[in-house]
């Protein structure tokens, strides 16, 4: 059964204190993974895609990285606005219409 | 160019009532899905359509109907809620055409007495 599971469920930062958020899957036939940001009672908003084992992006603060199994959101000297909850996605299967999404990481920075 | 919209924001229903959310892209999107999202749990997949006359049905589609007859609309139908709707539905977009970014509207939050 496709799986996507995120770690942890929540994590307090400092500000300026550096860390990572895991998400490990298990699906067959990948398509891409997705990295999302979402704001209290706002959409998911799209943040990165990765599509390969090796594949590496960056925007501002934020770099996400993708293994076989899993991937990670790299956050490098948070700021208080980067406060919210990160949500991972899989797409899997032929046409890849499916998008299979993780429980998702809260994440605080504190000033 | 407003993206995803979704209407109402908010919705109370009584258990046995019927209502639809309603859902409407204006970038021409071809892929259309409806997802809830629930304390605790990812956005789970009700309802996808990849063009105007076809749907299909993803993960959790039971108590629910949709129909796409416009490329821009993609209404979702309650048909008789029950208290296990109440949800966060969030209704997304996506581009066939080589794209694989969705875009999500703001939400309706339901609740269901």
């Known amino acids: 059964e496709d799986q996507v599971t995120q770690s942890p469920e929540a994590l307090r930062l400092q500000e300026g204190e550096s860390s990572s958020l895991n998400c490990s899957y298990t699906?067959?036939?990948?398509?891409?993974l997705f990295w999302y940001r979402q704001d209290p009672g706002k959409g998911p908003e799209f943040l990165f895609t990765l599509y390969s084992a090796g594949e590496e992006k960056e925007k501002e603060r934020l770099k996400a990285t993708l293994t076989k199994k899993e991937s990670f959101l790299h956050i490098t000297a948070p700021k208080p606005e980067d406060s919210a909850t990160y949500l991972c996605a899989v797409q899997a299967g032929t046409g890849g219409f499916k998008t299979i999404f993780g429980a998702g990481t809260r994440l605080f920075v504190k000033a | 160019n407003a993206g995803v919209t979704q209407t109402p924001k908010f919705q109370v229903l009584k258990t046995g009532q019927s209502m639809t959310l309603q859902c409407a892209q204006d970038?021409?999107?071809?892929?259309m899905s409806w997802y809830r999202q629930d304390p605790g749990m990812g956005l789970r997949l009700i309802h996808y359509?990849?063009?105007?006359?076809?749907?299909d049905q993803g993960e959790v589609p039971n108590g629910y109907n949709v129909s796409r007859s416009t490329t821009e609309d993609f209404p979702l139908r309650l048909l008789s809620a029950a208290p296990s709707q109440t949800s966060v539905y969030f209704c997304a977009s996506r581009d066939t055409g080589g794209g694989d970014t969705q875009y999500f509207g703001p939400g309706t939050r339901l609740t269901v007495l």
């Open positions: 359509s990849v063009g105007a006359g076809i749907t």
């Open positions: 699906v067959s036939g990948l398509r891409g």
């Open positions: 970038m021409n999107h071809e892929y």
